[in-house]
């Protein structure tokens, strides 16, 4: 199943329940559509959010409402039923937003150009936690609900976790020679897996990210996004636009699952009953395939098992320290070191704001 665009879309979300998915575009647009299974989506609505690119959406408050960033430093609560802006943060951060991540039913946190991280409470209608800990742009987040921790990648190369309890940078990586773009929790709870521009796949042990674990070096391209799909498995997304299944420890591309386009591939995500997965990609189209089929289908291309076969020979460090590293302690964390020097590639567009507007989500 397809949906065209007229302009590329950066980030894309489904709805919890109901057969829903968003796409926010580079034009400030968002986008809602209705999917069935045989048939293609349909648009229910387009309407212009932002004054810059939108680049990243989630529904919210059950699904009846739809947040997003902007790289024009804004944040907007739109309802899912009209398209309709019902409430609008204009300086939510000094620097454009590029990304959110739900929490709970009552909280979200945005990640900025400039690497800071804002938790907001919808309840108490405020903000509650703020973390700047990185030096560039926060590329990814992942909430950890059993530790009630926020990890973040940034184009800083560094991996941080972020606890809200103490409101601490309770622990953050070492520069690492890339920039890291993505990350899943794997191995239940034990390991971090971070996509990069080279390729590599780095693994962190959780309790000890002062340096990566593991190398994977099976992507050619950047591993621009990723999705777990279980503890053994994840779904990487990469910029020679192929979809691929890869195993953790041991690190192995299973197979290549279907192909987007030539171009990068922005996000995926997968439907509320993971009978589909999404993908954005700057072909501008949003593509609904069938998990069964791409599992249980035939392998993609001779040339990519090829890829995946000399991949293999790099998990020779992954089998050593497998065994060992797996029982690490959920709250053993080391102090984040000071910077070393900023590696910022990506910055906002705008002037630094000169307060937050508590009271952003009163109307929703």
Partial sequence: MEAPHE?????LAFHPTSPLVATSLITGELHLFRYAEGLQPERLFA?????ESCRAVRFVDSGTVLLTGSADKSIVASDVETGKSIARLEDAHAEGVNRLVCLTETTVASGDDDGCIKVWDTRKRTICNS????????????????????LATSGDGTLSVNSLRSNKVKSQSEFSEDELLSLVVMKNGQKVVCGT????????????????SDRFLGHTQAVDTMLKLDEETLISG????V??????????IIQPLAEHSEYPIEALAFSNDRKYLGSISHDKILKLWDMEELLSGPQLHDNELAEANVADHHDEVAAANGDGSDDDEMDVD?????SNGSRSKKKGKGKSSNGLAPDFFADL
């Fill in 243 to 252: 979809i691929r299944l890869v195993g953790i420890l041991p690190n192995k």
């Fill in 238 to 241: 990469s910029s020679d636009g």
């Fill in 131 to 150: 973390f700047e800990c990185h030096e560039d742009y926060i590329s990814d987040m992942i909430y950890v609900s059993d530790s009630n921790q926020i």
């Fill in 197 to 212: 521009p080279s390729g590599a796949l780095l693994l962190y042990s959780w309790g000890h990210f002062k340096d990566c």
């Fill in 47 to 51: 309407v212009k959010t932002h004054e």
């Fill in 334 to 338: 080391v102090e984040p070191s000071a």
């Fill in 7 to 11: 302009d590329t879309p950066f980030d």
